[in-house]
């Protein structure tokens, strides 16, 4: 005989283990993102502080102030 939904024990055994996996990988892209962050927090302070002057900043100039290239920014292609 098949269990009712949410009465068996493997379920909620599984159900609290994706629980804890999921709390797992959003903290670590939390800590990843604030590293981010904190690493560029004077080039964030240096855009802030010239869109407060500009309406927008051009990729060009946004990529320079992030120190990159149009071919590291750009989207990874698409399927085939």
């Known amino acids: 005989m098949i269990a009712p939904a949410g009465k068996d024990s493997g379920c909620l055994i599984y ?5 804890e996996e999921v709390t ?3 903290e670590e892209a939390h800590q990843r993102v604030r590293k981010i962050l904190s690493e560029r927090r004077n ?14 900043v ?3 100039e946004l990529r320079r102030m992030l120190g990159k290239t149009p071919a590291e920014t750009a989207p990874p292609p698409g399927p085939a």
């Not at 159900?15 to 629980?19: E, H, I, K, L, M």
């Not at 080039?43 to 927008?56: G, I, R, T």
Request: proline share 4%; hydrophobic share 45%; with cysteine.
């Open 24 to 26: 797992r990988l959003i």
């Open 15 to 19: 159900a609290a283990f994706c629980d």
């Open 43 to 56: 080039v964030l302070d240096d855009l802030a502080h010239l869109l407060s002057q500009k309406e927008s």
């Open 58 to 60: 051009p990729g060009e």
